[in-house]
């Protein structure tokens, strides 16, 4: 009987090293990292290269954290921590200056940048600056980025108090009086018609005039719309 029990708690121990030794280390079965995890570590962690570990060099998406040069970015430029393919512009940090991804790197412009002050009121009306649209009508001077492209328009005041009536301006319809003078977007195109002036005191009846009714006797001059045809 005592040699049987010295021969189980052997078998015991055995059992007990084997198990300890197949259990797999903290490293072997950790989770794979995703690639937000390994940007946010970024190449500070010099220790690992995750692009490597994980497959992704070559898998078809470039990841710009990688420790090596991967070859799905092909040539290209980074810069504030984003990659820019060859002849590609963007802004530049300062806010000011367009940069141009080219073969001897990032090159900006130098124009000098005007101090702006973020606590200026602005109107709510895209605004087209230097080339550049702004979502306020203080553009950059706001320090606000620019939003894209454009073409340079006349300036516009969407604080002005306008009449309600749809207005023809150089072939475009306006809602207000105002036309394109406060900021207003075209509804649609138009035929250029005669001044009107919706403070004119006129009477109140249905009024034909030019095959079309009108709800004054001041017809189309007090700036009415039709009713209808007559």
């Not at 006129?202 to 030019?210: F, Q, R, S």
């Amino acid at each position: 009987m005592k040699t049987f029990a010295l021969s189980t708690s052997l078998f015991a121990l055995l059992l007990a090293a084997c198990s300890s030794s197949t259990e797999p280390s903290d490293s072997q079965s950790g989770a794979a990292m995703s690639k937000d995890d390994a940007r946010a570590a970024g190449k500070a962690d010099q220790g690992t290269d995750y692009c490597e570990e994980f497959g992704w060099y070559g898998d078809g998406e470039c990841d710009d954290f990688c420790l090596q040069p991967d070859p799905d970015c092909g040539q290209g430029c980074e810069y504030d921590g984003k990659h820019y393919a060859p002849g590609e512009s963007f802004p530049s940090s300062d806010g000011c200056n367009t940069c141009t991804c080219g073969e001897a790197g990032v090159g900006c412009t130098k124009r000098a940048c005007a101090p702006c002050d973020p606590t200026l009121m602005c109107g709510q009306a895209i605004t087209c600056v230097d080339g550049k649209s702004y979502p306020t009508t203080c553009g950059p001077a706001n320090c606000d980025q620019p939003m894209g492209g454009c073409d340079d328009e006349p300036a516009c005041d969407p604080t002005l108090m306008c009449g309600q009536a749809i207005t023809c301006v150089d072939g475009k319809s306006y809602p207000t009086t105002c036309g394109p003078a406060n900021c207003d977007p075209p509804m649609g195109d138009c035929e250029e018609e005669p001044a009107c002036d919706p403070t004119l005191m006129c009477g109140d009846a249905i009024t034909c005039i030019d095959g079309k009714l009108y709800p004054t006797t001041c017809g189309p001059a007090n700036c009415d719309q039709p009713l209808g045809d007559c």
